[in-house]
């Protein structure tokens, strides 16, 4: 596109108005990407193991989330209404990484969910005491192995599906490390002392998933237990309100009111 040189506010104004057009395409973009997170320690992989990934992958598909770490991630980029759900990982070696991360984000964590956010807060530690997970009193207690677990209630959702139909009863060794207790939540799957190792909660506009399970590799029947992950991040992301940054005019809005600003300017040079 060419100007001429009398043109000079014109091409400033449109040139503003193309910019941000663009800036508007690239936060939508950004945003977009960076809605759905999976976070855990530097420390490494819980059991060195990808199994919630593959899970994460089935949940929302590859390339469609972030891959982050309690030591690094921005939790003021993290808290935002860009960002629908998170996944904290706490197990194994992640424990007290996940402790300290709860302890210095707490109440930030529990505005964003109040708010309309969903999260999945999970850990099988193998360090530590246990650790509160907030949200009212819900504490994770630990140790609390379960090597056999089975639904509360047959009927919910996660064994539905979206990713498959799965089973409602499962062993492991060991299926979860921890239990989990607290007011107002629903238990989901216990294990052979009736101990809750996966509950949820409304809170507030938002959903909070709790859960002291290992990874699925140590789950069997080993498929379907990979499957039951990603149906349970699949409803966890799906549980939460409505979630919405401040409206951004449309790019059209934009062109329109730069051209306005253009015909104003013309109109100033003829006066």
């Known amino acids: 596109m060419n100007f001429t040189p009398g043109g000079s506010i014109m091409n400033k104004l449109v040139g503003s108005v193309l910019s941000a057009v663009a800036l508007t395409v690239m936060t939508a973009s950004i945003s977009a990407a960076a809605s759905i997170g ?41 808290l935002t209404p860009a960002t629908t759900f998170l996944f904290l990982e706490g197990g194994d070696s992640n424990a007290d990484e996940l402790e300290a991360f709860l302890g210095a984000n707490q109440p930030a964590l529990e505005s964003w969910v109040s708010s309309g956010g969903s999260l999945f807060i999970n850990s099988a530690p193998n360090e530590g005491d246990g650790m509160s997970f907030g949200f009212g009193g819900v504490q994770l207690n630990y140790p609390g192995f379960g090597n056999t677990v089975h639904a509360v209630n047959v009927a919910h959702p996660i064994f539905a599906g979206p990713i498959a139909s799965v089973p409602t ?9 921890a239990f989990l207790s607290g007011p107002a939540l629903t238990s989901i799957i216990e294990d052979e002392l009736n101990r809750s190792v996966l509950a949820t909660m409304s809170y507030g506009a938002g959903f909070v998933m709790f859960g002291g399970m290992t990874t699925t590799n140590f789950h069997s029947p080993g498929t379907e237990a990979l499957n039951l992950r990603a149906n349970m991040l699949a409803f966890a992301a799906e549980q939460g309100g409505d979630l919405q940054a401040a409206p951004v005019p449309e790019p059209a809005t934009l062109t329109l009111f730069g051209l306005g600003l253009a015909a104003a300017a013309r109109r100033r040079r003829k006066q």
Not at 69 to 77: D, H, K, L, M, P
Not at 169 to 177: I, M
Request: hydrophobic share 35%.
């Open 38 to 78: 999976y976070v855990r320690s530097t420390v490494g992989a819980p059991w060195g193991e990808s199994t919630n990934e593959q899970a994460m992958d089935l949940a929302f598909g590859a390339g469609n989330w972030d891959d982050l770490r309690f030591e690094t991630a921005s939790v003021g980029t993290l």
């Open 169 to 177: 009863d499962y062993t492991g060794t060991a299926f979860s490390h």
